[in-house]
T-cell receptor, first 112, second 118 residues
């Protein structure tokens, strides 16, 4: 699986958009970009995933560059409850034997 | 919908003792995973089951760790004997493959069991 690079930590003001970057320059054509987050003392939680197109759901938006070498997770109106470690993972689909390989992630602190 | 259940939530044992963790996945989920998360690191996959068969146990230290998923539902992870470096949070997750090519790989995680080996 391709590796990803994320900043170690980021701060965001409550109510503002949080933009979390991820570099995955060695991604292959059939690999997906997944985002999970882990709030303190909880298990990871799925946020969103995408292949080529931008995606949006009730939690966040995922913007993938045209060359697919990087992506940005956007939390449109961050709240204190969004404080967590965010993991960007690149992997094949389940049926292609993909696995979730977690890196260090980005520790996002949302401040009042 | 009930989430993934794990027990116990916390366990403290001395080195060389044995310990077992239990996981009940979301109903209907065919795939079950055990992860180990050491403090300050991301979760690391230990073993993956598809129904009651092992799909991947390449990262499981088989000299001391074992896992089973009888009847394709609940699962137990055992450590015998425990070492100091086994201190970690053990996470169980489950998923239901959405079908060929969809890419959906949403895993649902339990709260984890925090193990301290002294």
């Amino acid at each position: 699986d391709a590796k990803t690079t994320q900043p170690t930590s980021m701060d965001c003001a409550e109510g503002r958009a949080a933009n979390l970057p991820c570099n995955h320059s060695t991604i292959s054509g059939n690999e997906y970009v997944y985002w999970y987050r882990q709030i303190h003392s909880q298990g990871p939680q799925y946020i969103i995933h995408g292949l080529k197109n931008n995606e949006t759901n009730e939690m966040a938006s995922l913007i993938i560059t045209e060359d697919r070498k990087s992506s940005t997770l956007i939390l449109p109106h961050a709240t204190l409850r969004d404080t967590a470690v965010y993991y960007c993972i690149v992997t094949l689909s389940y049926n292609q034997g993909g696995k979730l390989i977690f890196g260090q992630g980005t520790e996002l602190s949302v401040k009042p | 919908e009930a989430g993934v259940a794990q027990s116990p939530r916390y366990k403290i044992i001395e080195k060389r003792q044995s310990v077992a963790f239990w996981c009940n996945p979301i109903s209907g989920h065919a795939t079950l995973y055990w992860y180990q998360q050491i403090l300050g690191q991301g979760p690391k996959l230990l073993i993956q089951f598809q129904n009651n068969g092992v799909v991947d146990d390449s990262q499981l230290p088989k000299d001391r760790f074992s896992a089973e998923r009888l009847k394709g539902v609940d699962s137990t992870l055992k450590i015998q004997p425990a070492k100091l470096e086994d201190s970690a949070v053990y996470l169980c997750a489950s998923s239901f493959p959405q079908g060929y090519g969809t890419g959906s790989y949403e895993q649902y995680f339990g709260p984890g069991t925090r193990l301290t080996v002294t």
